[in-house]
T-cell receptor, first 113, second 118 residues
Framework: GAGVSQSPSNKVTEKGKDVELRCDPI?????LYWYRQSLGQGLEFLIY????????KSGLPSDRFSAERTGGSVSTLTIQRTQQEDSAVYLC???????????FGQGTRLTVV | AQKITQTQPGMFVQEKEAVTLDCTYD???????LFWYKQPSSGEMIFLIY??????QNATEGRYSLNFQKARKSANLVISASQLGDSAMYFC???????????????FGRGTSLIVHP
């Protein structure tokens, strides 16, 4: 596609439910990142995929968070048993193997009530 | 320790004037890249400018320029001739070359809120 696409754009969920957030990167981009941005804060790195290599999960805050990337393209971030502190905007970005800047999607605003 | 430090939580500038947004970074990697992104109230992250650690010249992109002082580990963004549409959050980011597998994970600062007054 023309840009990084994320869905849904907004998600309201009840505490304790599981949610799935989707990211469709720019076609041909091998690297994909997930970040979390809490209100008024900077971007917190969550997980990084590069081609077929094992993902870098060092930023995931707990074992309730997981992500996968199927076929080297679309990625899904799953949050199990959501908590109120998970409320944030979840941003996905992609870049080419030798690219400089990361291109960001519009984000998914998650609200846990 | 913070890898990217933006010490100005908020900045104000008069329309048509220039403004400098500060960014300092911390890395022991000789090869790295520095980025600035703009995030308007709509939330999207817009790439503005990039500086590689080996680049001899300071990067420029239209009204944006990067004042790169490698010895001081600073990469300040200069916006010339500010416009009302420049009002937004501005994030400085750094990408290092991480030895294991050659991955590139941009690390972001906390951001600076810029308000341009008419």
């Amino acid at each position: 596609g023309a840009g990084v696409s994320q869905s849904p754009s907004n998600k309201v969920t009840e505490k304790g439910k599981d949610v799935e957030l989707r990211c469709d990167p720019i076609s041909g981009h091998t690297a994909l990142y997930w970040y979390r941005q809490s209100l008024g804060q900077g971007l917190e790195f969550l997980i990084y995929f590069q081609g077929n290599s094992a993902p870098d999960k060092s930023g995931l805050p707990s074992d309730r968070f997981s992500a996968e990337r199927t076929g080297g393209s679309v990625s899904t971030l799953t949050i199990q048993r959501t908590q109120q502190e998970d409320s944030a905007v979840y941003l996905c970005a992609s870049t080419s193997r030798t690219g400089t800047e990361a291109f960001f999607g519009q984000g998914t605003r998650l609200t846990v009530v | 320790a913070q890898k990217i430090t933006q010490t100005q939580p908020g900045m104000f500038v008069q329309e048509k004037e220039a403004v400098t947004l500060d960014c300092t970074y911390d890395t022991s990697d000789p090869s790295y890249g520095l980025f600035w992104y703009k995030q308007p109230s709509s939330g999207e992250m817009i790439f503005l400018i990039y500086q590689g650690s080996y680049d001899q010249q300071n990067a420029t992109e239209g009204r944006y320029s990067l004042n790169f002082q490698k010895a001081r580990k600073s990469a300040n963004l200069v916006i010339s001739a500010s416009q009302l549409g420049d009002s937004a959050m501005y994030f400085c980011a750094m990408r290092e070359v991480i030895a294991s597998g050659g991955s590139y994970i941009p690390t972001f600062g906390r951001g600076t809120s810029l308000i341009v007054h008419p």
